[in-house]
Every structure is written in structure tokens, then in C-alpha cells.
């Protein structure tokens, strides 16, 4: 089976991020990028599939600047076979949108032919949780999201999936071709060893456009401003119940 793993390029989670002076967005000048975790989550489920035996080749896929590069190889460097870079922006403050990303996906799913597809749920970036939705709905596809577990029946035929939900655990059974999305405790990713960083460098990575592929990822919204939360108020120390009560009631107003 072949499985596929969309990346993105994202601020490291370890950075704090901060806002341009003009409101026009996140400042990303000399900022640490990395790969999205919930990605990491699912290129080492590829890899442990394949490990099983499950799977025989993973095609890891990313969307955006040149700069993914440096992202398609540490998936390179995890274990994943060869790579794709879609080009679809010149600026790195240019993000594409999900609906753009999934048509984008799509016409390279079509090409490829994956038995599965293993997204993260979401890009720390922007939180959307979308695109991997939206790819299933697109390709007509069975979906799994939030996966805690993952199983890959011998006959690939179907996979039974461990959801996390609000009154615990649900377990799922999809038919193959399928979407499935990852939550964090799926697994822990790996590192990459420094031998396997230098073979990536020799490993497969195409280049292809959105006309490449006929897409259009023209915006669809419009950022009109980007600002910081407002910091958090100190504390104040009450002296007894009543006192906690007359200010919760009186100033927080949520009694």
C-alpha cells in the first residue's frame, strides 16, 4: 500500500510568536520554522505501518513556498521514500487557504493513487482543521478524524480507527482508499539521525505548480487585521466568601 502525507511549514511551537507593527499579520523575519506537529504524528504512523509491513512506499507532499523544502527532507530524514513540492506561493506570508490546499492534494492524490491518506488535524499556525475534511469531501472518500489509534487490516480493504471523543473512545471502521486525521496521541515521532539527514538529500523531490496541476489558489478571504490578545489581569486576593461573591456578582458579572 502506498500512503500518503501532506506537511506544512510552520513557526516552530517552542517560538512565541509575534505581530508585525502593522497589524498585517505574524512577524516570520529570522523566526525558527519547523514541521507542523500533528504532521510529525503522521509521517511516523507511515513509518511504522510500513515498518509493520503495512505499507510498502510513503510520499510525503507539501504545500507552499520553496523554503518547504527544508520540511520535505526532515520527513526524508524520518523514513518517508520521496517527496512533493507543490510551489504555491512566493511569500512566505502568504498562506494558502484549505479549500485551496485540498483541490491542490486532490490532483495529486489522483496522480499517485495512495491506499491512505494520514493528515494532521490540524497547522498550529492557524488552527482551521479543515483541509483534511475538505479533502475527503472532494475526492468522495471515507474519513476518520482526531485518530488516537490506527490499524490497517492485513487485506487492506479497510482500517479500524480510535477516535477521541467527549465521553471517551470511539472506535471507527472505514473502507479503503480513506482520509484519516491525527491527534497527539497517536504516537511520539522520532528523530532523525544524521545519516539518515544526509541520505534525504539524495532521496526523490519533485517540483510542481498549481498550473501544473489546473488550480486556481486564488485568495478567497481578505486578512484585514492581525493583533495580540490582550494580557491577562493580575489576580485579587479576597478576604472571605462573601467578599469573592460580591465580586463575582458585581464585577466579573457571571453570578
Known amino acids: 500500500m502506498k500512503v500518503l502525507v501532506p506537511v506544512k511549514r510552520v513557526i516552530d511551537y517552542n517560538v512565541k510568536v509575534r505581530v508585525r507593527r502593522d497589524g498585517g499579520g505574524v512577524d516570520l523575519a529570522n523566526v525558527k520554522m519547523s514541521m507542523n506537529p500533528f504532521d510529525e504524528i503522521a509521517v511516523e504512523e507511515a513509518i511504522r505501518m510500513r515498518e509493520a509491513g503495512t505499507a510498502e512506499?510513503?510520499?510525503?507532499?507539501?504545500?507552499?513556498?520553496?523554503?518547504?523544502?527544508?520540511?520535505?527532507?526532515?520527513?526524508?530524514?524520518?523514513g518517508a521514500d520521496r517527496a512533493i513540492l507543490v510551489v504555491a506561493a512566493d511569500d512566505v506570508h502568504t498562506d494558502i487557504e484549505p479549500l485551496a490546499v485540498a483541490k491542490l492534494l486532490k490532483a495529486v492524490i489522483e496522480s499517485e493513487q495512495p491506499g491512505l491518506v494520514i493528515c494532521g488535524k490540524q497547522a498550529i499556525d492557524n488552527d482551521m482543521n479543515a483541509t483534511g475534511q475538505m479533502l475527503a469531501a472532494l475526492l468522495r472518500w471515507p474519513q476518520a478524524t482526531f485518530a488516537s489509534?490506527?490499524?490497517?487490516?492485513?487485506?487492506?480493504?479497510?482500517?479500524?480507527?480510535?477516535r477521541e471523543v467527549d465521553g471517551g473512545l470511539q472506535r471507527v471502521r472505514v473502507r479503503l482508499p480513506a482520509i484519516v486525521?491525527?491527534?497527539?496521541?497517536?504516537?511520539?515521532?522520532?528523530?532523525?539521525?544524521?545519516?539518515?539527514?544526509?541520505?534525504?538529500?539524495?532521496?526523490?523531490?519533485?517540483?510542481?505548480?498549481?498550473?501544473?496541476l489546473g488550480v486556481d489558489v486564488t485568495p478567497r478571504l481578505t486578512i484585514q487585521t492581525t493583533q495580540e490578545p490582550e494580557g491577562r489581569a493580575a489576580g485579587v486576593r479576597v478576604a472571605n466568601v462573601d467578599e469573592l461573591i460580591v465580586k463575582l456578582r458585581d464585577e466579573a458579572g457571571v453570578i
Open 57 to 78: 512506499e510513503i510520499v510525503a507532499v507539501s504545500i507552499g513556498v520553496k523554503q518547504n523544502q527544508e520540511t520535505l527532507r526532515t520527513a526524508l530524514a524520518m
Open 149 to 162: 489509534g490506527l490499524d490497517v487490516k492485513p487485506d487492506d480493504s479497510h482500517a479500524m480507527v480510535t
Open 181 to 212: 486525521t491525527v491527534d497527539l496521541r497517536l504516537n511520539e515521532p522520532r528523530y532523525a539521525s544524521l545519516p539518515n539527514i544526509m541520505r534525504a538529500k539524495r532521496k526523490p523531490l519533485v517540483e510542481l505548480t498549481p498550473e501544473d
